[in-house]
């Protein structure tokens, strides 16, 4: 069976033609392009069940727990705040993660058929789009 049918029957969605297309004809060997691009049937779904299945678990607002942690770290009701806002953003846009680099995700919306590759920063904690195509993102991978 296909990479590509794989991970569509495990997590109960369907995956952009462009995309299956891709992870179907790479290698799911090791290596640079494994680790910034997943090509492993497992890696993928591993990456991607969380948000998939448990959106309903995310809290609307922040919670009791959440100020005694906030209070805790340090970190105040407005940066929960924003962190449920982007989760809720994440969850409308039909993510799905197709790789990693060291302080990075890189994502494509499920609903794009040009597969357009956003890459979001844990460091800024900022969303940008990369590369316009999934094309542009594995020659990126390849070369890096």
């Known amino acids: 069976m296909k990479i590509s049918k794989n991970i569509e029957k495990e997590l109960g969605i ?4 462009i995309y ?3 992870i179907d004809t790479q290698s799911s060997d090791t290596g640079l392009i494994n680790y910034i691009f997943h090509t492993n049937a497992e890696t993928i779904v591993n990456a991607n069940y969380f948000h998939i299945h448990n959106y309903d678990e ?8 959440g100020a005694l942690i906030r209070f805790l770290i340090g ?9 449920l806002q982007f989760f809720k ?6 993510v799905f993660i197709i790789g990693r680099a060291e302080k990075s995700v890189f994502y494509i919306e499920l609903n794009d058929p040009n597969c357009s590759v956003y890459e979001f920063d844990f460091d800024v904690g900022k969303v940008i789009k ?3 195509h999934i094309d542009d993102f594995i020659t ?3 070369t890096n």
Request: glycine letters at 0%; zero cysteines; a positive charge.
């Open 58 to 65: 995310v809290p609307k607002k922040p919670s009791l727990r």
């Open 89 to 94: 953003k994440w969850k409308e846009s039909k």
């Open 14 to 17: 369907a995956l952009p033609e």
């Open 130 to 132: 990369k590369f316009n």
């Open 140 to 142: 990126f991978t390849e």
């Open 75 to 83: 970190s105040s009701a407005k940066e929960e705040k924003k962190d």
């Open 20 to 22: 299956k297309s891709k």
